[in-house]
């Protein structure tokens, strides 16, 4: 019986039939192979990216001694100057372990304050120079600009005055401001006219006196509105090892060393709120926490101005991609970046003062024009966080390695409760929290207008 089995696999490997059978067994196998690789492969990956779950300090804080490194965008790092600034007088609260909130509050400054002159201005408290303006630009000369934005609006300064009058990891905000937007006010039918023709020539602008969004930063500012909103849920949050935070996604690359700046953690509003208490006690190389709130969390209905088409806030509804919301508070930094997208920011208030958190509802923007891009020294595509400036603009730079940033020129803007910020496709932005503070955006598709300026940096 064996011999006539033997046999006939013989015959039958002789005529080919027995080659199929094996091609057809090494295929399957090959097939279970792939799937066990395939199955390994997730169970890694998962693990690599699984989010941390925030867990409330243990003990009070303590001033930490300056023994880590400052991440880079690089991937790599290099270790944290003491005492070291832009112009050599860094203040020692911004020293390893110090305390970084310290002095007055923001006074928010409704006025043109130099249209009385030099020195009423002197007398309200402003240091003025020959070049020096307000916190708010003089309404004047944005009503002499009617319908059509001149070619060198917004005005722009050397980075370098702007980043030494004011150092980004400093929220403390001094008399001088290299502000040049435009103040829109939304009850004026004529100002509105202009903040739609600006809009359509692609520049930015702030909008103020909407009552729609004054109402919101007024309920969101009240103690218990966001509690009872947001619930108990976990949502995602951003955690950095400092103040700086820095978005990146897609493929690794080939990076080698490239360590994500940031990771994600699950977290209630409530445990990010206990955080942003105790801001005014933290280093700025402590930890610190970005939260974010994202559809289907948040719609239109949190914000009226986005639910419909409207020339100012949502000129294209349905090119829009949501209301995504991002909370900071005192000290958190944003690094500067583009978006390829239209982009209108709402400034939503913050915890009332009362309540122990100081300068609450405001952000500083320091901006750019998209020329300035070869000057910026941006990440290429395909590294994970492209688009976003390799210098830590809080930090000496080195002029060998990066020589343009010398002819970096930018503006700034401070936003206010109530406040909107129209951000155009492929302006560059960087983003410090003045103190608490909720931020909702909404884009609406894309604009070619200030393309061909970021082409030649690759994008």
């Known amino acids: 019986?064996?011999?006539?089995?033997?046999?006939?696999?013989?015959?039958?490997?002789?005529?080919?039939?027995?080659?199929?059978?094996?091609?057809?067994?090494?295929l399957r196998a090959l097939g279970i192979i792939a799937g066990i690789a395939f199955v390994a492969y997730c169970c890694v990956a998962s693990l690599y990216n699984q989010e941390e779950v925030y867990a409330a300090p243990s003990r009070p804080y303590a001033p930490k001694a300056d023994t880590r490194e400052k991440r880079q965008a690089s991937g790599l790092s290099r270790p944290f100057r003491e005492g070291a600034s832009w112009g050599?007088?860094?203040?020692?609260?911004?020293?390893?372990?110090?305390?970084?909130?310290?002095g007055k509050p923001l006074v928010a400054r409704r006025r043109p304050a130099y249209l009385a002159g030099e020195a009423h201005a002197r007398r309200l408290g402003y240091h003025v120079t020959t070049d020096s303006i307000s916190v708010d630009p003089i309404r004047g000369n944005c009503s002499?600009?009617?319908?059509?934005p001149p070619k060198d609006y917004p005005r722009d300064y050397?980075?370098?005055?702007?980043?030494?009058?004011?150092?980004?990891?400093?929220?403390?905000?001094?008399?001088?401001?290299?502000?040049?937007?435009?103040?829109?006010?939304?009850?004026?039918?004529?100002?509105?006219?202009?903040?739609?023709?600006?809009?359509e020539a692609e520049v930015p602008f702030i909008v103020e006196n909407n009552a729609i969004l004054d109402k919101v930063a007024k309920d969101w500012s009240t103690p218990g509105f966001l509690e009872r909103r947001l619930g108990t849920k976990k949502y995602k949050a951003e955690k950095s090892d400092d103040n700086h935070f820095m978005y990146y996604g897609g493929s690794r690359g080939h990076l080698r060393g490239w360590r994500p700046p940031t990771n994600d953690v699950r977290m209630t509003y409530n445990e990010w709120l206990s955080r942003a208490l105790i801001a005014r006690n933290t280093s700025i190389l402590d930890e610190h926490y970005y939260f974010r709130v994202s559809p289907p969390d948040t719609t239109t209905r949190?914000?009226?101005?986005?639910?419909?088409?409207?020339?100012?806030?949502?000129?294209?509804?349905?090119?829009?991609?949501?209301?995504h919301c991002r909370f900071g508070y005192a000290g958190i930094i944003a690094e500067a970046h583009f978006d390829g997208s239209r982009n209108i920011v709402v400034e939503l208030g913050g915890p009332p003062s009362s309540t122990g958190h100081a300068n609450s509802g405001r952000r500083r923007y320091v901006m750019a024009k998209p020329g300035q891009c070869e000057n910026t020294y941006l990440l290429p595509k395909g590294h994970p966080s492209g688009r976003h400036s390799a210098i830590d603009w809080s930090r000496p730079v080195d002029l060998t390695k990066f020589p343009k940033w010398q002819q970096m020129r930018g503006f700034e803007a401070i936003l206010e409760p109530g406040d909107a910020l129209y951000i155009p496709s492929f302006w560059l932005h960087y983003i410090v929290s003045l103190g608490t503070n909720f931020?909702?955006?909404?884009?609406?598709?894309?604009?070619?207008?200030?393309?061909?300026?970021?082409?030649?940096c690759g994008f």
């Open 88 to 102: 050599g007088q860094w203040r020692a609260s911004s020293e390893p372990g110090g305390i970084y909130m310290e």
């Open 158 to 199: 050397l980075l370098t005055d702007i980043v030494q009058n004011w150092p980004p990891d400093s929220i403390l905000v001094p008399p001088r401001h290299f502000a040049s937007l435009c103040r829109f006010d939304y009850r004026d039918p004529v100002q509105i006219k202009q903040a739609q023709a600006f809009r």
């Open 302 to 323: 949190d914000i009226p101005v986005f639910a419909k088409e409207d020339p100012v806030f949502m000129p294209y509804p349905r090119l829009s991609k949501g209301v």
């Open 144 to 148: 002499s600009f009617g319908l059509k």
């Open 1 to 26: 019986m064996k011999k006539r089995r033997f046999e006939q696999r013989l015959e039958d490997y002789r005529n080919g039939k027995g080659k199929k059978r094996s091609t057809g067994r090494r």
């Open 439 to 456: 931020q909702c955006n909404a884009r609406s598709g894309h604009s070619e207008v200030s393309h061909e300026d970021v082409k030649v």
